[in-house]
């Protein structure tokens, strides 16, 4: 119980971090009342899987959330931005609390694996996709791992703000698209680089299909109650993909990865990336991933290359953009991130 109460804590200093004020100070008040024992103690008690890399954390409050959003918890909705409330930590505490020990057994199966598919990670990653696209100058075949939804394989439907680089629309962008706005820090990205998608397919253990509502709203639980922007760009974009349905296989990166890389693809530059789920593989099958892509790049050419990017963790702080791009089997730090995709420092650009 001692590493639940920790997870939470750690959890609660990266929430605070990420500008969530309001599950910072819940996650704290959650990981005090685990370790007196309880309700909350009785909800995670049965949990078996690593509190840190399964995220436990992020489970409960999903859970919680999904209450609030699908309008069985009036009493805490009360104080969720993201349901019209105002927050007041006593109160908000105390229906929390007692939502919690209302329906242990039904929080409890309701802890299920995290699905973010947060879109503003886009923002991380587009300055990889700009540099694939001029290193090669070929389209870009795309390969996402642990999709979810898939929102990010359709990185080139939305438009975006770069601050003093002006707005970005790629030759694939739609007009009813998110705008997303980033606070991008350091020199532009390559963006006279000749970007085109020639397909895209992603791949996850569980798919999310957001044609069902509860899918929906699982995801939406998943944004934090009181980043409402997060929340409804999320939806304009669950909204984009049901117009443009993107494709998305249901298996491990390990069997599904060798299956797309088997085949030969000349004159395409193969883009197999991933962002914040990587600390959510096993050992063994992070070990399998890049073995594949080892094998692959050493069957790649300048007429088929192999790109791998990635946003995935450096520390509570920030994230980190890498991308290794076959032939020549380089691996080169793009950028550092805000773990959402709020803020991007590229090239040398310290991070903030």
Request: hydrophobic share 45%.
């Amino acid at each position: 119980m001692d590493a639940i109460v920790e997870a939470l804590r750690q959890q609660s200093v990266g929430c605070a971090t990420a500008g969530s004020a309001i599950y910072a100070d819940l996650l704290e008040r959650a990981a005090d009342a685990i370790a007196r024992g309880g309700p909350l103690r009785e909800w995670v008690t049965e949990f078996d899987g690593h509190p840190v890399l399964d995220a436990l954390a992020m489970r409960m409050m999903g859970a919680v959330h999904r209450r609030v959003l699908g309008g069985r918890a009036p009493e805490l909705a009360a104080h969720y931005p993201s349901a019209g409330g105002r927050y007041e930590p006593e109160g908000a505490w105390q229906a929390f609390e007692a939502l919690v020990a209302s329906d242990v057994a039904g929080l409890r199966a309701e802890l299920v694996p995290v699905q973010t598919n947060e879109v503003m990670r886009c923002c991380a990653l587009l300055g990889g996709f700009l540099r694939a696209a001029a290193q090669f100058e070929l389209p870009l075949r795309l390969l996402e791992v642990g999709s979810s939804a898939g929102l990010l394989l359709g990185f080139d439907h939305y438009h975006y703000d770069l601050g003093e680089h002006g707005r970005y629309a790629p030759p694939g962008s739609l007009d009813a698209a998110p705008v997303l706005h980033c606070d991008w820090r350091g020199g532009p990205p390559d963006l006279a680089a000749p970007l085109r998608v020639a397909s895209r397919r992603g791949c996850d253990p569980n798919p999310v299909d957001v044609r069902r509502p509860e899918k929906r709203l699982l995801l939406e639980g998943f944004m934090w109650a009181d980043q409402v922007e997060r929340l409804e760009r999320l939806r304009a974009a669950i909204a984009l993909a049901l117009a443009h349905p993107p494709t998305v296989d249901t298996a491990p990166a390990s069997r599904w990865l060798p299956q797309q890389l088997a085949e030969p693809t000349p004159g395409e530059t193969t883009v197999v990336f991933h962002s914040v789920i990587w600390w959510y593989l096993s050992t063994d099958e992070r070990r399998r991933v890049i073995d594949t892509l080892e094998q692959a790049g050493r069957r790649a050419t300048p007429e088929q290359p192999l790109c791998w990017l990635r946003l995935e963790g450096s520390d509570l702080a920030h994230a980190e953009v890498r991308m290794r791009s076959w032939p020549d089997g380089e691996d080169v730090l793009l950028a550092t991130s805000h773990w959402h995709g709020a803020w991007v420092a590229w090239g040398e650009a310290e991070p903030g």
